[in-house]
């Protein structure tokens, strides 16, 4: 996406607040795309410490499990909680 297609995004959410990016939607919450964000947290410097919800990826790994937690999030991004 160039800087002027993100502009015309832009223009177009705020002439339309309840607008949807379908396509933009659907590569946020795909399960693939949930399992490589995943793994580039995981390996990045600062994946011991915790997230803004207070779990690190170790305890992700270790008390939830890594695709239970990408469900979660998956549900969330499309139920919009």
Do not use: C, W, Y
């Not at 002439?15 to 793994?39: K, Q, S």
């Not at 170790?58 to 939830?64: T, V």
């Amino acid at each position: 996406m160039g800087i002027g297609d993100a502009d015309q995004a832009s223009s177009l959410a705020a002439a339309d607040p309840g607008r949807r990016f379908d396509d933009l939607f659907n590569l946020v919450h795909d399960p693939a795309t949930l399992i490589v964000a995943f793994e580039r947290v995981a390996g990045n410097t600062g994946a011991r410490t915790a997230g803004s919800d207070g779990l690190t990826v170790a305890r992700i790994e270790r008390e939830i499990g890594v695709p239970a937690f990408l469900d979660g999030i998956r549900s969330a991004v499309k139920d919009g909680s």
